[in-house]
């Protein structure tokens, strides 16, 4: 495969900057680089994709969260420790939207065994999978 572009950076719009930034380093350990402490911005990265958290510009064009299923945008990790991903997210409060990315339901005391999906701080849903080879195409 000849590739002429990478993709190494995404952009999200936050509320809560620094509670959002929270979330993303706690839960998928991505290391903060920059968040200054007006809470205005703040960039994470997992050494290969750089994401960054910027503030709602205009609160009456940004929705709040929609359901699951209907998002114009979703992200998605792959995580070497799918169950200690799950009790971060438990521990954080995040809302677990299903016990798996095919929209299962999630079941009372049960972790999740190949992937789960998480509504971010602001609800941006985000898809969480144990296997790496689960996506067509990345490598890691």
Known sequence: MNR???????????????????FYARVFELAILDAPVSGQ?????DGVLNLTIVPVVDEGA?????PEGSEPIHLGFVVADLAGA???????????L????????VLPGVIPSHSFK??????NVV????????????VI
């Open 4 to 22: 002429t572009a990478h993709l190494r950076h995404v952009g999200i719009r936050s509320r809560d900057i620094p509670r959002t930034a929270d």
């Open 41 to 45: 911005g703040a960039v994470l990265s």
């Open 62 to 66: 940004a929705p709040g969260p929609v």
């Open 86 to 96: 799950f009790k971060r997210c438990q521990e954080l409060g995040a809302t677990i």
């Open 98 to 105: 299903a016990g798996s990315i095919a929209r299962d339901p």
């Open 118 to 123: 998480v509504a971010d701080p602001n609800g």
């Open 127 to 138: 898809d969480v999978v144990g296997d790496p080879k689960h996506w067509q195409g990345i």
